[in-house]
């Protein structure tokens, strides 16, 4: 049988090298990608670590001080409009009109889109409707609550559906529920082909969602894979304690420390700690160090790394912790 080679992937986004600088500080240090048509591909760091620069840079809001990238074949410093007509993007706030209403802020883009009469209108009620907004249309924007601004900020992104979608943290501040409805509209998106690169400070979001995952820190891409890919780098058999008591959790990290010879990592709601023993029989020695402090364990397990160990490990901070600092 004749083999052919096979055919080189399609690549909605394509970045050597991009730098860029703010006076002394290199928010964005040589970082490349390669995101493919179609695909979900998350970009996970640290508070600080450039995700906002990178977005801003490969969106055409930026110009790149050094390396060069392309969008939909379209080079981003010699073809920014070309760019531009075939993106959108949502920041991390919401540009939207707090004194009209949900359809009047739709009505009022899609105009500016070109949308002549009452196909205006008809685009506008098509995305009420597709992010289940149709009852609070007449509501001015300042009426709705945090879940309902973030999906029309998002519906208002694609009055005109985009090839490629930049989405800047878009969960930030939103209740589970809210979030889970935005990843449902964002899996919707990628099924009808919109490659979307977001970034997110919520590991499971990143989990969830991305097809692909590249974790950047200090402006530098330190890892990239799948979910999996990642957490098989940092390996298997970490120590999942769960402490009954919250008042002894700083005791239980300390004691874990001493034992395991590296701090633990603290779960985002703060009940759990998890750590990489050296073998199973140090887990054990561990376990009977807690109990012989005083400290009762709920509930204990070896198991795989979570994406947040994962994030730990590769940049030494926690998510919860990188979600308090500046974002560049």
């Known amino acids: 049988m004749k083999h052919t080679p096979e055919q080189p992937v399609a690549l909605a986004i394509s970045a050597r090298g991009l730098v860029k600088t703010f006076g002394e500080l290199r928010a964005v240090d040589g970082i490349d990608l390669a995101v493919p048509r179609g695909m979900i591909f998350g970009i996970l760091g640290p508070n600080g670590a450039g995700k906002t620069t990178l977005l801003?840079?490969?969106?055409?809001?930026?110009?790149?001080?050094?390396g060069?990238?392309?969008?939909?074949?379209?080079?981003?410093?010699?073809?920014?409009?070309?760019?531009?007509?075939?993106i959108a993007m949502t920041g991390q706030f919401a540009s939207l009109d707090e004194d009209l209403t949900g359809r009047e802020n739709l009505m009022l883009l899609a105009k500016l889109w070109g949308f002549r009469g009452g196909a205006a209108r008809v685009r506008a009620d098509e995305l009420l409707h597709?992010?289940?907004?149709?009852d609070s249309a007449t509501k001015q924007v300042?009426?709705?609550?945090?879940?309902?601004?973030?999906?029309?900020?998002?519906?208002?992104?694609?009055?005109?559906?985009?090839?490629?979608?930049?989405?800047?943290?878009?969960?930030?501040?939103?209740?589970?529920?809210?979030?889970?409805?935005?990843?449902?509209?964002i899996r919707e998106l990628a099924?009808?082909?919109?490659?979307?690169?977001?970034?997110?400070?919520?590991?499971e979001e990143a989990d969830q969602l991305a097809a692909r995952i590249a974790v950047i820190d200090h402006g530098k891409k330190i890892a990239e894979g799948t979910s999996r890919e990642l957490k098989a780098k940092v390996g298997s058999g970490f120590l999942h304690v769960t402490i009954a008591d919250a008042a002894q959790i700083e005791a239980a990290a300390g004691v874990l420390a001493r034992v395991v010879g590296a701090p633990p990592q603290r779960s985002a709601e703060g009940a759990e700690l998890s750590v990489k023993p050296r073998s199973p029989a140090h887990a054990n020695?561990?376990?009977?160090?807690?109990?012989q402090a005083g400290i009762e364990v709920e509930g204990f397990a070896m198991a795989a790394p979570s994406l947040?160990?994962?994030?730990?490990?590769?940049?030494?901070?926690?998510?919860?912790?990188?979600?308090?600092?500046?974002?560049?």
């Open 56 to 66: 801003r840079m490969l969106a055409t809001l930026l110009r790149p001080d050094a």
């Open 68 to 86: 060069d990238a392309q969008v939909n074949g379209h080079d981003v410093i010699g073809a920014p409009h070309e760019v531009r007509r075939s």
């Open 130 to 134: 597709a992010f289940e907004l149709s």
């Open 142 to 185: 300042k009426d709705y609550s945090g879940g309902m601004r973030r999906k029309l900020d998002v519906a208002a992104s694609l009055v005109v559906t985009p090839d490629v979608l930049f989405l800047d943290e878009p969960t930030t501040g939103l209740d589970p529920n809210a979030r889970k409805s935005v990843w449902a509209m």
């Open 191 to 203: 099924d009808a082909g919109v490659t979307i690169l977001l970034t997110t400070q919520y590991l």
């Open 285 to 291: 020695e561990a376990l009977v160090a807690l109990t």
């Open 308 to 328: 947040d160990e994962v994030f730990f490990a590769l940049t030494g901070k926690g998510a919860a912790a990188s979600a308090a600092g500046a974002k560049p």
